[in-house]
């Protein structure tokens, strides 16, 4: 059972513009977050994180936004350049776990 | 580069095979977490150690077994191969034990034929 989910397999956006990527989850345990961004041939590399204590967290281009109630995370990049082009996957644990779980991730281009 | 270093980069090999995959943590981190990806497929947690002694279970399968040596590398070791093992395997390290920030690894493809 897929307990963090990317619904969206592959997103292209324009440069300059917005890059919205969603993921859902659906253990209510989970209470903190994280963003991986994988380029091919290499391991995914840690993004940006937000606990659930926070609705939001900033770093520079990229915010992470937390919806507690409906279980669901974004993450915005603004604005987007075409070196964002990768895949993004989300993960959720809880604070006392020992486990990610990932969802298969969103496949980004930004069109120069 | 994470710090975290994966032996051997591919590895193609025939069903029935056994096969050990190698990693070493970044310098300083005593967890290391497998991961199996397959084709489509997210990153599946297999197993994680944490200085040495096994400290969570995933979706591993029997045929598979991990260890994580007193130097603080670990192997991944992968028998009675069948097809649907073809994946990428990730190994991640962190400092602690509980689930935070992971490095990952570059990864080894195994092709299994």
């Known amino acids: 059972d897929q307990q963090v989910k990317q619904n969206s397999p592959s997103l292209s956006v324009q440069e300059g513009r917005i890059s919205i990527l969603n993921c859902d989850y659906t253990?209510?345990?989970?209470?903190?977050f994280l963003w991986y961004k994988k380029y091919p041939a290499e391991g995914p590399t840690f993004l940006i994180s937000?606990?659930?204590?926070?609705d939001k967290n900033e770093d520079g281009r990229f915010t992470v936004f937390l919806n507690k109630s409906a279980k669901h995370l974004s993450l915005h990049i603004v604005p987007s350049q075409p070196g964002d082009s990768a895949v993004y996957f989300c993960?959720?644990?809880?604070?006392?776990?020992?486990?990610?779980?990932f969802g298969t991730g969103t496949s980004l281009t930004v069109i120069p | 580069d994470s710090g975290v270093t994966q032996t051997p980069k591919h590895l193609i090999t025939a069903t029935g095979q056994r096969v050990t995959l190698r990693c070493s943590p970044r310098?300083?981190?005593?967890?290391v977490y497998w991961y199996q990806q397959s084709l489509d497929q997210g990153l599946q947690f297999l197993i994680q150690?944490?200085?040495?002694?096994?400290?969570a279970k995933g979706n591993i399968l029997e045929r598979f077994s991990a260890q994580q040596f007193p130097d603080l590398h670990s192997e991944l070791n992968l028998s009675s191969l069948e097809l649907g093992d073809s994946a990428l395997y990730f190994c991640?390290?962190?400092?602690?034990?509980?689930?935070?920030?992971?490095?990952f690894g570059p990864g080894t493809r195994l092709t299994v034929l």
């Open positions: 991640a390290s962190s400092v602690g034990n509980l689930a935070g920030e992971q490095f």
């Open positions: 310098s300083g981190d005593l967890s």
């Open positions: 253990n209510s345990m989970f209470d903190y």
């Open positions: 150690y944490y200085n040495g002694e096994e400290r």
């Open positions: 993960a959720a644990s809880a604070s006392t776990g020992n486990q990610f779980y």
């Open positions: 937000i606990s659930s204590i926070k």
